[in-house]
């Protein structure tokens, strides 16, 4: 590592830590799977051989992810329920990720500029918040930290000796066990290769990795179907409204990489009933396009980069449908595509010009000051229960659980009158039987306060 690499390195360390610290007085957000990995999770509270073996055989909230259940179990071991040390974990793995993605986007690229622009953009993009503040999301960190490396070995080596393949093999598995998503690695293998040799290096490898993310996947497609967690697989329904909405989802995609105000922790995502509705035909006919248009002019890098975002987001884009259309946590691999591409195209703009070539490569980092600044922002509505929820009811105010879970946050604090509006805003959204218990008992305790 070269001095100018080191002082680059010391510099994202220090600028994520700086604006991400503040997490460390932040709390659990129990109604938003907080509860459930961690704060009434029994297999963390104590390390013995049970709870260790139930860790790697029981799921959570549908997943199966036992390397980030072990790892709460070790804080809570060491450090107890408090939530600081589990914001603190998060924050020092997001950085940990950024830092080798410099080194890795540095030598792919050839360019200290590219892989500093780019890894200092996904430290400090606002689009990682809810990856970062939400403890649950501890998966996502940990699986994209293993996957970065396995990558990382496996690209910087041009012969691989058994000792390579080991470690690409270990952190391969290591990346599985902490997210199933994590199962497109051995994708993004076989096209590094294609783009960078033209052929595939070590096929039994791949082989072995893909048994292993097979392996790993399964019990999570099983449980999500078993759950509930999945919207159910009809031809109908993914022809009709699944695909056109997704079709257009990948545009507020990138919408929210090139603007992100307005993010919320549960949107509200408009549903789309035909693949013959003019926003998807136009997001469909777009798609092509972009797509004829890179694989006609880009180079081999930016084809690269662009399979890279769609093989990313592949695991969460609904072509095996689940309750979430969008959120923020998925693109957390995916934008490093996005960036690359917008960073190679820059550098090859930059140097056709005669003038203005230091306003252009400045104007990066611009953007990365004001993504740390909405950053800095954005944080605070995941301080806590109520601020997380009052944002999410703010912002998608026609979504039930929003509503119903503000309640269940003003409750807890004792604001009964708050929290009896939250629940009426829900059942006028859906009228099931739990917002009607929870209505009956904040009006008993309405009754019975001694402040009226």
């Known amino acids: 590592m070269s001095n100018s690499q080191k002082i680059l390195t010391f510099l994202i360390i220090l600028l994520?830590?700086?604006?991400?610290?503040q997490v460390y007085s932040f709390d659990y957000i129990p109604t938003w799977d907080d509860n459930r990995y961690v704060k009434a999770n029994d297999l963390i509270k104590e390390l013995s051989f049970n709870n260790l073996k139930d860790i790697f055989l029981t799921p959570v909230v549908s997943a199966y992810t036992p390397l980030p259940v072990l790892s709460y179990a070790f804080e809570y071991a060491v450090f107890g329920p408090s939530p600081g040390v589990f914001h603190i974990t998060n924050m020092l793995l997001h950085v940990c990720v950024?830092?080798?993605?410099?080194?890795?986007?540095?030598?792919?690229?050839?360019?200290?500029?590219?892989?500093?622009?780019?890894?200092?953009?996904?430290?400090?993009?606002?689009?990682n918040v809810e990856s970062v503040a939400w403890i649950s999301q501890r998966k996502t960190l940990m699986s994209a930290l293993?996957?970065?490396?396995?990558?990382?070995?496996?690209?910087?080596?041009?012969?691989?000796?058994?000792?390579?393949?080991?470690?690409?093999?270990?952190?391969?598995?290591?990346?599985?066990?902490?997210?199933?998503?994590?199962?497109?690695?051995?994708?993004?293998?076989?096209?590094?290769?294609?783009?960078?040799?033209?052929?595939?290096?070590?096929?039994?490898?791949?082989?072995?990795?893909?048994?292993?993310?097979?392996l790993s996947a399964a019990p999570t497609i099983y449980y999500h179907t078993g759950e509930g967690a999945t919207l159910g697989i009809e031809p109908s329904l993914l022809i009709n409204t699944v695909y056109p909405t997704s079709a257009v989802i990948y545009w507020i995609y990138i919408y929210l990489l090139v603007l992100p105000v307005n993010l919320s922790g549960y949107?509200?995502?408009?549903?789309?009933?035909?693949?013959?509705?003019?926003?998807?035909?136009?997001?469909?006919?777009?798609?092509?396009?972009?797509?004829?248009?890179?694989?006609?002019?880009?180079?081999?890098?930016?084809?690269?980069?662009?399979?890279?975002?769609?093989i990313c987001l592949l695991p969460v884009s609904n072509i095996i449908p689940i309750n979430t259309f969008y959120a923020d946590r998925f693109l957390y691999l995916s934008q490093i595509g996005f960036y690359m591409i917008l960073m190679l195209g820059l550098k090859k703009g930059v140097e056709k010009l005669q003038k203005g070539k230091t306003i252009c490569y400045a104007t990066p980092f611009c953007v990365v000051l004001i993504c740390a600044f909405l950053t800095f922002n954005r944080l605070d509505v995941w301080r806590n229960e109520l601020s997380f929820w009052q944002d999410t009811a703010d912002k998608s105010p026609?979504?039930?659980?929003?509503?119903?879970?503000?309640?269940?946050?003003?409750?807890?604090?004792?604001?009964?009158?708050?929290?009896?509006?939250?629940?009426?805003?829900?059942?006028?959204?859906?009228n099931n039987p739990e917002i009607r218990t929870n209505l009956r008992g904040i009006n008993y305790k309405i009754d019975n306060s001694p402040v009226k």
């Open 267 to 310: 949107y509200d995502a408009r549903i789309f009933n035909s693949p013959f509705e003019w926003e998807v035909v136009l997001s469909v006919f777009a798609w092509i396009f972009v797509s004829v248009l890179i694989y006609s002019k880009g180079s081999k890098k930016i084809k690269f980069w662009y399979l890279w975002f769609w």
């Open 98 to 127: 950024s830092v080798l993605l410099f080194h890795l986007l540095t030598k792919m690229s050839g360019s200290n500029y590219i892989g500093f622009s780019v890894a200092l953009l996904f430290s400090l993009h606002p689009i």
């Open 16 to 21: 994520s830590v700086s604006v991400y610290f």
């Open 146 to 214: 293993f996957l970065i490396i396995a990558f990382s070995i496996y690209t910087k080596n041009t012969i691989m000796g058994k000792k390579q393949q080991l470690s690409v093999l270990l952190f391969s598995l290591l990346a599985f066990l902490s997210k199933p998503t994590a199962i497109i690695l051995p994708i993004l293998l076989i096209l590094y290769d294609y783009f960078e040799h033209g052929k595939l290096r070590s096929i039994h490898l791949i082989f072995a990795i893909s048994v292993l993310a097979a």
């Open 398 to 430: 026609l979504m039930y659980k929003a509503q119903l879970n503000l309640g269940v946050a003003y409750e807890k604090r004792g604001d009964f009158r708050e929290a009896k509006s939250a629940y009426l805003n829900a059942v006028k959204i859906w």
